[in-house]
RNA sequence: GGCGGCAUAGCCAAGUGGCUAAGGCGACGGAUUGCAAAUCCGUUAUUCCCCGGUUCGAGUCCGGGUGCCGCCUCCA
């Protein structure tokens, strides 16, 4: 069986098929970047790592671009809320640029702590203004826009698919009746492509006229075409991405190029905390920074955040973040547990014993990845190998075929520990073991306990097992 | 008001109408250990939010509730 994707458009699960054989042309919607990542947005950057890990291990070349979101798309169509970026700056009396750097060099850090693989591109917004004037131009010139008095704005009664992606009809949307009228708008659900405001810090001058600046879907459609092409293969976002943004993205990339936009929309679910939603007032809006400040890895919130089927509600909760470090140290474990045995230290004495145990395990993950990524089938069967592993029904050679398996597997999820790091220490902890193991030899129990309690306060874990005595940082 | 999603054990979480409802964490009992840790063995959902329906058969399909989440306004 290949790999099945769930396509949000159609909502049901397909196989999948590349545009170009043997290649993707991936696009994901990235962070703005007038704040710090929370584990919200972490949560549908690492699915997106995820998916080109597992495009990446399916032998694909995998093109992937992840936007920056540089620039104030200032309320796309009404004049009330604020640019994030620029209230920033006001505020501050900083420069928006020089905010959005330093945003951007944040999401940058807090990707790579998360073990995150580089995109091949992350376009700018501010880079792409050309870009973005050329096909408002286009779609000006084809009919499917209108400029008014130096905004420009997309007039979907001439996109008869809007609506196709969210399934909403554009009858229905003004009903809630929360949008003030626009009387320069055709149609209330029409939507900005070009602004204009004087007042605006980022601002461009153009064929529309001084102080301009792009509507906030333009972005993506821009940038998508310049590094992919009109015509891509998979288009991620978050599950708040699939109305507006990425309806309005089909409706200006498909009315410009007049063929399909993506052929593949997959959304991730949004992260509740605590079983509801994150909210500032709630002090509940993490980010990486508080996840090591309680103690954890990253790695054990990067386990978090992919344990889960991305399609699902994600529940977090700091109990739950102790369950994954428990349970990633149970990985760990059983790598350490593999090397030994490939090495010819335990194990069973056939040298070949349990290589079908092997190959069933490595089938179920396979299975399950391809199952629209579905994580929680796949961990299943490599804790299904670790108690075989465990009850020592592997033998040498099975050992390493395994040990190469959760290589494999590691070169997707990217959690399992498979070096130990030197610490500074290692020669006290070290010196510290012998001497234990030297009260141990002398029935010292009152010296040995000392020692491995003086061991435990420095975060030192010390094991007596059947070889003698090992250890290992909590 | 409109559009869409979710609801499975103490917690997290799979589950394609049909054998005994995966897996993880925790808990309890036992083995092992000088004592621990790790590991192993056993126990931990007669039942899948509630009500009704379809079916020989439903956690899985349909209808109605209830609760939570997302979107319709910037938001992963």
Request: net charge negative.
């Amino acid at each position: 069986m290949g790999f099945e994707i769930y396509n949000s458009l159609g909502k049901q699960k397909e196989a999948f098929r590349p545009i170009e054989a043997g290649k993707v042309r991936m696009y994901n919607c990235g962070p703005t970047v007038y704040g710090r990542a929370h584990i919200g947005n972490l949560r549908s950057f690492l699915f997106a790592d995820l998916l080109r890990r597992w495009l990446e291990h399916l032998g694909y070349d995998v093109k992937q671009v992840m936007n920056i979101t540089d620039v104030g798309h200032l309320v796309a169509d009404e004049e009330e809320g604020e640019d994030k970026i620029e209230a920033q700056a006001k505020r501050s009396g900083t420069d928006p640029w020089k905010i959005a750097r330093a945003h951007e060099a944040q999401f940058h850090e807090d990707l790579a702590a998360l073990g995150v693989r580089k995109a091949s591109v992350y376009p700018r917004a501010t880079d792409h203004i050309e870009e973005m004037l050329e096909m408002i131009a286009a779609l000006i010139e084809k009919g499917y826009a209108y400029e008014v008095d130096g905004n420009v704005y997309f007039d979907v009664s001439r996109f008869e698919r809007y609506g196709k992606l969210s399934g909403n009809r554009v009858e229905d949307l003004d009903a809630g009746a929360r949008i003030e009228v626009n009387e320069e708008k055709r149609h209330p659900a029409d939507f900005a492509l070009w602004k204009h405001d004087a007042a605006h810090l980022m601002k461009w001058d153009t064929r529309f006229g001084p102080d301009g600046f792009p509507g906030w879907h333009i972005e993506c459609s821009a940038m998508a075409r310049k590094h992919l092409g009109d015509h891509i293969d998979i288009h991620t976002g978050g599950e708040d991405n699939v109305f507006p943004h990425h309806e309005c993205e089909i409706a200006q990339s498909e009315s410009f190029s007049g063929g399909p936009f993506a052929n593949y929309w997959m959304h991730a679910k949004f992260l509740q905390v605590d079983g509801g939603k994150m909210s500032k007032s709630l002090g509940n809006v993490y980010t990486v920074q508080d996840v090591v400040d309680h103690g954890y890895e990253p790695r054990a919130l990067r386990f978090t955040l992919l344990r889960g089927h991305y399609r699902q509600p994600l529940n977090f909760t700091w109990g739950i973040m102790e369950d994954s470090k428990k349970a990633l140290d149970g990985l760990d474990r059983l790598y350490e547990k593999l090397t030994a045995v490939a090495a010819g230290e335990g194990g069973a004495t056939e040298a070949g014993a349990g290589a079908e145990l092997v190959a069933k395990a490595r089938e179920e993950f396979e299975a399950g990845m391809n199952d629209d990524l579905n994580v929680p089938r796949g961990l299943a069967a490599i804790f299904g190998l670790r108690g075989e592993v465990n009850e020592d029904r592997l033998g040498r050679d099975a050992a390493a075929d395994a040990l190469h398996f959760l290589d494999e597997v590691n070169d997707v999820l990217g959690v399992i520990r498979t070096e130990r790091e030197a610490g500074e220490d290692d020669a006290e902890i070290d010196a510290l073991i012998a001497a234990r193991k030297q009260a141990r030899a002398d029935k010292n129990w009152a010296e040995s306990d000392r020692i491995r309690d003086e061991l435990d306060a420095r975060g030192i874990l010390v094991e007596d097992g059947a070889a003698g005595t090992t250890w290992r940082r909590k």
